[in-house]
Every structure is written in C-alpha cells, then in structure tokens.
C-alpha cells in the first residue's frame, strides 16, 4: 500500500492496482497493472503496456495511451509515445509537442529537454528560452 496523498493511497491486490481511502474503502477499483500516487489531483495508472491518468473518482481523465508518463508538476505532465516526449496538461491537451528526446520535469516555469543531442530549455508553451 501507498501513502496516502489526495485522500487516496494505491494497493495492490491479486497483481492489480487501485486506490483507497483513509478507511480502507476501494474508491478507485483494482484494476489496473500499475498506479503512482495522487500529484496535482491526478495519478498515473497503466493498463495493457500503456499510461494514462485517472482523477480521485476514478474517472480517465487523460486517455491510458501513452508509453510512459511522469507525475504533473506545475501543472504539465511529461508524456512518451512512439520513442519521443512531450507534455500534456490536465485535461490531456498536448500543450508541448510530442517530438523531444527526452524532457525534464517542469521547475520554476522551465525545463530541460533534449532534442538531437542538444539541450536546452523551454517554457510553458514549448517556447526555447536562451
């Protein structure tokens, strides 16, 4: 079991995974073949080899499509499909466009991101900051 954050902590049950309350109830159901805990008011769930993220209803709020996720940070969250990475921000929008090699998390309104071997920051709107 997690800790608890958001008022939900994961569990495991029979290799699957879902969330409870502070009383033990199942809120979210054990379904899943991965969940991180609660960040931002969303969590990383993964199902059938893809990552989405659900809300503390268990909704889907952004689409379990993704081949790797990282926890929302300042509100963006760093996504990964088809080799390449991007952010997306809590309504799923694809605010950054998916075509990094890789992206740091988000950190006083800038991150890091490598693209062809070159690093360099960008802001919130995938602007590149010099």
Known sequence: M??????????????????IDETGKVVIP?????????SEGLAEVKQNGKWGFV?????????????????FLEGLAQVKQ?????????????VIPVQYDYVWVFENGKALVQLN??????DKTGKRLN
Do not use: H
Request: with cysteine.
């Open 2 to 19: 997690g800790c608890l954050k958001d008022g939900l902590a994961q569990v495991k049950q029979n290799g699957k995974w879902g969330f």
């Open 82 to 94: 088809n080799g390449k990475w991007g952010f997306v921000d809590k309504t799923g929008k694809v």
């Open 117 to 122: 071997d070159e690093e360099f920051y960008i």
């Open 30 to 38: 054990i379904q899943y073949d991965w969940a991180w805990s609660f």
């Open 55 to 71: 809300d503390n209803t268990g909704k889907v709020v952004i689409p379990i499509q993704y081949d790797w996720t990282w926890s």
